[in-house]
């Protein structure tokens, strides 16, 4: 890799280190030069002598003069590099190849309003460097954070990709509006946008601010944890051009696939039969004997060739009348339903593969640009992208064009100005597909025509349900969907004398979002009332600003302080209008383009606009001594207008402390523990994301009637119009807040060999917003206010090895661990009396929601429902009865039987109800792991794979019960359902029911418990740096091949229905990617 350092990195690296050029007498003259693995210069490299103040910074091409003692040690630095040592020897000229490595504690961390050396954190902070993942090509911010420890990202296998992230757990039992989302800052400002405006190709670094500590200088939004994008610069040094090219694939991996020809004809046989299960009073079996129309019909349902012993083929005809010289197969067929065109077409062996119709292998294109360089007055970056993605839903598309513009100009020592502009334009205009009806499609209905044009309906008139056909229905709809948006972020810096900074910052952001949607009237047997154009438009304006203050001081070299404040304003401003035009005449030929001669009585208008501001003030207090004892604290008050009148404003506090005991002078052990440090933080978040910021406020709606009659003095009937409220007005809504405990350990052996962290926190979300529910009397049916308490905590763990590190085999792993568990403290308060035995009042307890299933002491996503225990047997078929089933139907735990019915002849009928309900673990999952291995040969070919885990989440599904009828879609649809297992006689299975299972009464839907745990191998990634002689006389520095399959493969234990992490369908993407550097 060409390393070239940042300017301002320069400049950092200057203050950070305090290196000077001072020479002593005895000193000599030395000179050197500093590389890459690659044999790349590395600029910007710091040399220094150990336990001194004599350094210095190598230059462009790597070189660098230092005046040193005749003994002593060398250290040679730089960001993303492991730190060496060299003692200094008689030679005067030094060759260094320094390799990649993790994060040295000389590295800047961005923490907000700043940067400190990680060395000096307080807080829990992490850092990740996309270039480090550059192979993998990850095509979403997403992809590139992944496996963090403390960090869960959804997965989304959509064309657009993405996910859901939530730091350390779900902290809140309010979850609209993204309510448990971390809050994103983008170059310093807070980011409004989604992830997806951000090409994963112009980010830098990423640093993920996960306590209380590293996040309160975001404290108003900042409960959830703070993810910051730092965006590249220009490197110091001549201009540098970059171009990559990457080519995909994309794929089904786990999906449940539906059943084949012959396996769909034996399952609507065996749905057929299973009508005929009992217990045959002629043997006593249970087993599939006729009866009431079907007596004496011995295998009416089976396949002529298959039938049982004793029963002949005319006489298994001659159960029904049939037309002369029809087939057997035609008269099983009827026998199963077939009618029309699907009796025809299986007759005649004619079938349609609807997956075809369905999925597709999605071609996926993203292409970057790049220009980028500094010089001694100015740093620049400029970039363009394109992505296009299918996905591998036929009907899903994504297509994104983004552009970024970084420019940094210093303008005087004094003064320094900056700009960056992020622009996006992207497509979501995707119609979409029914996918679940189009598999449903029997596989002998018709997809086209004789002319091969697809047909409106896949079954014929003779059935009442006659299937979905999307390539036909498309015909008739248009839609055009899509985002432009532009970031910017302006800034300026003043050096003012005593070491004191001044800095302001301004980031406006425009966003214009269009949907316009067409149902044309010429679809065959659709109503024109309910046809028509749907127009609407989105413009939103968000700014925010701040101005910051920085005193930056060290004191006889022991002493370093940092003060920073800050003042804060945003505001966010929205305006939606919508137009729905139906029973357009004369003709809807203009599709959405002509919306003004809707029908009024069947068409609509509405708008909505929003508005909300916010302000802050800042202040943040380093102290450190000798790079051994540190302290960091921090006080934040916020205002926003979303919160009640009376409480608009809230002070939110934190503070860290840190001590590297390694660098005490009674630590003996440097040798093989060269880093240690404790810390442990405390401090208060507020959380105000709210899905509506009018929560606090009335709300004003038209009435039911929308008018109020009334006789006037002329005794005429009058007609008035009239608004009233629908919510109460609460002006005591407040933050919502989070108090945090965390305490880590950073450790590093055998110079950092062996690094990494160990974190324990312990979290308290109180005041959290929710919705209180009020008497009939109130006339209202809630309130929104501040109840409740949720914990949380919960151990990280993350290891970096230098496994192996010679000349021509480098081998690095890194590993990531984390635990979390949540509790329900509190709800409503509301409380409720603890019967004993005989119904006697003993006390009280907090009441639980089993509304909302929220049980006090409990984890937020904990499972409350029946136990499923196995499944009725046919040698059980008079205790299956005594609950009301039949073999094959689910056994149901009856865990509270107080209630149950005693029988006059002393039977029981068990009770089925909540008592019965019992607590069976959670759907969060508490355990999450990650692995990477990278490995690097003949310092040109890498390999890399990355693996990580959700693990101790549990799942119910009631796919076992083998519903197949659900709304008559098996006897009047002729449906093909996933391939599945079910019970049959000739498959006592304990695992699946029979078809149409169901459970006693009182629960007869009761589902099965599944472990959700898996592990996935989510990126095996393979690339080759073409050297360098080959491609210099193309004026190439570089040339890089890679290819990459994201989501290879998946493992779990229990998961049948599907991915275990998506519980539906997932992709599987293969990559290749070409990357130049001139």
């Not at 030395?30 to 210095?56: C, H, N």
């Not at 490995?935 to 693990?951: A, E, G, P, Q, R």
Request: glycine share 8%; with cysteine.
């Amino acid at each position: 890799m060409i390393s070239k350092i940042r300017f301002c990195m320069l400049i950092l690296y200057s203050m950070f280190l305090c290196i000077h050029l001072n020479a002593q007498t005895s000193n000599k003259n030395i000179t050197g030069k500093v590389l890459d693995d690659q044999r790349e210069p590395v600029i910007g490299a710091t040399v220094a002598v150990k336990g001194t103040t004599l350094g210095t910074m190598t230059d462009v091409d790597g070189k660098f003069k230092l005046s040193v003692p005749s003994k002593g040690t060398l250290v040679i630095s730089y960001i993303g590099y492991t730190t060496q040592e060299l003692e200094i020897t008689e030679s005067s000229n030094y060759e260094i190849v320094m390799s990649e490595g993790a994060l040295n504690l000389e590295e800047v961390v961005v923490v907000g309003y700043g940067t400190m050396r990680k060395k000096d954190l307080t807080g829990s902070v992490i850092q990740i460097r996309p270039d480090n993942l550059a192979m993998e090509n990850p095509k979403t911010v997403q992809d590139i954070l992944r496996g963090t420890p403390g960090l869960q990202v959804g997965y989304d296998a959509s064309a657009k990709g993405g996910g859901n992230m939530e730091i350390r757990g779900q902290r809140s039992l309010y979850t609209d509006g993204g309510h448990n989302n971390p809050l994103l800052i983008l170059d310093g400002m807070q980011f409004y946008g989604e992830l997806s405006e951000i090409n994963p190709d112009d980010i830098a670094q990423i640093d993920i601010l996960k306590d209380a500590s590293a996040a309160a200088v975001y404290g108003s939004k900042a409960a959830s944890g703070v993810i910051i994008i730092t965006t590249k610069k220009g490197k110091q040094g001549k201009p540098v051009i970059n171009v990559s090219a990457n080519f995909g694939l994309s794929d089904r991996s786990d999906y449940r696939e539906r059943f084949g020809t012959g396996d769909y004809m034996q399952h609507r046989q065996d749905w057929y039969t299973k009508n005929t299960y009992g217990v045959n009073p002629q043997t006593g079996d249970y087993e599939a004997y006729q009866s009431g129309v079907y007596a004496d019909k011995s295998g009416y349902f089976t396949r002529p060739d298959q039938l049982p012993s004793g029963v002949s083929l005319d006489s298994w005809r001659g159960y029904t009348s049939n037309d002369d010289g029809e087939s057997d197969l035609s008269i099983w067929a009827k026998r199963l339903g077939f009618s029309g065109n699907a009796l025809e077409n299986y007759l005649a062996g004619r079938t349609v593969d609807w997956a075809k119709h369905t999925f597709r292998t999605g071609f996926n294109q993203d292409y970057n640009a790049s220009v980028s360089g500094a010089g001694e007055k100015a740093n620049y970056y400029f970039s363009m992208g394109y992505l296009k993605n299918e996905g591998i839903i036929r009907s899903d598309g994504y297509t994104s064009v983004r552009a970024n513009m970084k420019v940094d100009t210093k303008i005087t020592n004094w003064f320094e100005i900056g700009a960056n502009v992020n622009f996006q334009d992207r497509s979501d205009g995707n119609i979409d597909m029914d996918q679940d009806q189009t598999l449903r499609n029997s596989p002998y209905a018709d997809y086209a025509d004789e002319y091969g044009n697809p047909v409106q309906y896949p079954l014929s008139s003779e059935y009442s349900q006659r299937g979905y056909n999307y390539d036909f229905q498309k015909q008739y709809l248009e839609l055009e969907k899509g985002y432009t948006t532009l970031n910017s972020i302006f800034n300026a810096k003043i050096k003012l004398p005593f070491n004191i900074t001044y800095s302001f910052n301004a980031s406006p952001r425009y966003q214009f979002f269009y949907d316009r949607y067409f149902m044309s009237a010429d679809l065959p047997g659709s109503d024109p009332k309910s046809r028509g154009a749907n127009r609407e438009q989105t413009k939103r304006f968000d700014w925010s600003l701040n101005n910051n203050i920085t005193w930056d001081y060290t004191f006889n070299q022991k002493h370093h302080v940092i003060l920073t404040l800050v003042q804060e304003a945003e505001e966010q401003q929205s305006w939606k209008d919508r137009i729905e035009a139906r029973n357009i005449l004369p003709s809807d030929a203009l599709g959405f383009h002509n919306t003004k001669n809707g029908t009024k009585e069947n068409s609509s208008y509405s708008s909505s606009d929003g508005h909300q501001t916010a302000d802050a003030l800042f202040a943040r207090l380093f102290y450190s001594y000798d790079d051994r004892y540190m302290l960091t604290g921090t006080v934040r008050r916020d205002g926003y207008s979303g919160f009640g009148a009376s409480n608009k404003y809230a002070t939110f506090p934190s503070i860290g402390t840190a001590w590297t005991f390694t660098n005490e002078k009674f630590f003996k052990w440097s040798n093989i523990m060269n880093n240690g440090k404790l810390r442990m933080s405390y401090g208060k978040n507020g959380n105000r994301s709210l899905s509506d910021p009018y929560q606090a406020l009335a709300n004003l709606y038209e009435g039911a009637g929308k008018t109020q009659g009334y006789i006037n003095a002329n005794g005429e009937l009058d007609q008035l119009r009239y608004l009233m409220a629908d919510r109460m007005a609460n002006p005591n809504l407040q933050w919502e807040k989070t108090a945090s405990w965390n305490f880590g350990l950073d450790f590093g052996f055998l110079n950092d060999r062996i690094s990494g962290t160990l974190e324990y926190y312990n979290m308290q979300t109180t005041d959290m917003i929710m919705r209180q529910r009020l008497l009939v009397l109130t006339a209202f049916p809630y309130i929104t206010t501040n109840l409740g308490q949720v914990d949380n905590s919960g151990v990280e763990i993350s290891v970096n090895t230098l496994n192996i590190d010679n000349e021509n085999f480098k081998w690095t792993t890194t590993l990531g661990f984390s635990y979390n568990k949540n509790v329900i403290k509190h709800t409503d308060y509301r409380r409720e009396d603890v019967l004993d035995a005989e119904g006697n009042v003993i006390g009280s307890k907090e009441a639980d929601d089993k509304t909302n299933k929220w049980f006090i002491g409990k984890a937020i996503s904990e499972i409350w429902d029946y136990r499923v225990t196995g499944i009725w047997q046919k040698d059980e078929v008079e205790e299956a009865a005594r609950y009301g089933q039949k073999p094959g139907d689910p056994k149901v735990a009856n865990s509270y039987t107080a209630d149950d019915i005693v029988n006059a002849d002393g039977s029981v009928t068990p009770v089925y109800n909540d008592n019965d309900k019992e607590f069976l673990g959670q759907t969060s999952p508490p355990f999450h792991w990650s692995l990477r291995n990278e490995f690097t040969l003949w310092k040109d070919f890498s390999v890399s794979f990355n693996i990580y885990s959700y693990m101790g989440h549990k799942s119910l599904s009631g796919n076992y019960l083998n519903n197949d009828d659900d709304g008559g879609r098996m006897a009047y649809a002729l449906a093909n359902l996933p391939a599945k297992k079910y019970w049959t006689l000739d498959n006592p299975t304990n695992k699946y029911g029979r078809i149409e299972a169901k459970g006693p009464t009182g629960a007869e839907g009761a589902q099965m418990l599944y472990d959700r745990s898996f592990i996935r191998l989510e990126n095996i990634s393979v690339g080759y740096t073409i050297p360098k002689k080959w491609t210099s006389k193309y004026a190439l520095e570089r040339v890089k091949v890679y290819a990459s399959v994201r989501n290879v493969a998946t493992w779990a234990k229990d998961w049948e229905y599907g991915d275990p992490e998506t519980g539906s369908w997932a992709s599987r993407v293969y990559t290749l990617g070409l990357n130049f550097t001139f």
